[in-house]
């Protein structure tokens, strides 16, 4: 289930480059106002994958529309925000919260949600190419002269990249759907790339705004599609579009869909 999400900056602002935490806190604290007990499991349970993993079944795109100067980013009037996942109620939760609220905060900048859609997933058969609307990253273990184990983000350059997108997937699919989903997946990544660092919650962490092609089971295509591809996708990583999709252009359901969703959401 995905969402696309007009916002509207009541005052023209400058953000700074890393004012994708600040989605992230909007995220969580508008799902904690709309179903606490989703957003409970959400931010401190996740859902038991492999080898002791937990995984949390939300991605979301940065913001579009902003314009890039020498400072940050400006920010003025209408942008657009995605933000999607596998488990119709963390969805639910998060638009839920924004329409009990919908003039909310990034940073210090007053922002009015103006329009939720519920947009249609695309049918996935065989093959899809998509690019990225947030950045991807994918990390490896890697153990020092000293014996110390440390993280290295990867290179989509590398080999080891494709491969550990392809098994990212395949243990979420283990931890959302509660079953390994059988069959071959290829994962094909094409340059250009573009690298961004990013601090999120105290950390630091590098992604790659980049286009694939992924080659498999449509289960696991449309999982990547809703869920996002690689990690930290519940920080605002991972997002992608179905390439050469005109957004603008997309019929989407009426906002009306979307109320009738968080209307059965909270009356459970």
């Known amino acids: 289930m995905r969402l696309k999400i007009a916002l509207r900056f009541v005052r023209p602002g400058r953000l700074p480059w890393g004012y994708p935490e600040w989605l992230r806190g909007l995220a969580y604290t508008a799902m904690m106002r709309g179903l606490p007990q989703v957003a409970h499991r959400l931010h401190e349970e996740g859902w038991p994958g492999p080898e002791g993993r937990a995984y949390k079944p939300l991605t979301y795109s940065w913001l579009h529309g902003l314009q890039p100067d020498r400072a940050g980013l400006w920010a003025e009037g209408a942008v657009t925000w995605w933000i999607s996942s596998p488990i119709p109620s963390v969805v639910e939760a998060l638009a839920l919260g924004l329409l009990l609220e919908p003039e909310v905060r990034l940073g210090s900048h007053p922002v ?30 890697e153990r020092r002269a000293d014996g110390k184990l440390v993280k290295r983000y990867l290179s989509p350059e590398e080999p080891e990249f494709a491969r550990a997108l392809a098994e990212n997937l395949r243990r979420k699919a283990a931890a959302f759907y509660g079953q390994a989903i059988p069959g071959d997946l290829e994962i094909q990544v094409h340059p250009p790339y573009r690298s961004k660092l990013v601090r999120i919650h105290d950390t630091d962490i590098r992604g790659w705004m980049l286009s694939f092609t992924v080659s498999g089971p449509p289960d696991l295509i449309r999982l990547g599609y809703e869920a996002g591809f690689g990690e930290h996708t519940a920080s605002g990583f991972g997002m992608v579009a179905v390439a050469r999709e005109q957004w603008e252009n997309t019929p989407s359901h009426d906002a009306r869909v979307l109320g009738h969703f968080v209307r059965l959401q909270a009356s459970r």
């Open 112 to 141: 009015i949600v103006e329009r939720m859609e519920v947009e249609p997933t695309p049918i996935f058969e065989g093959a899809a190419t998509f690019t990225a609307l947030s950045p991807i990253t994918l990390s490896t273990g």
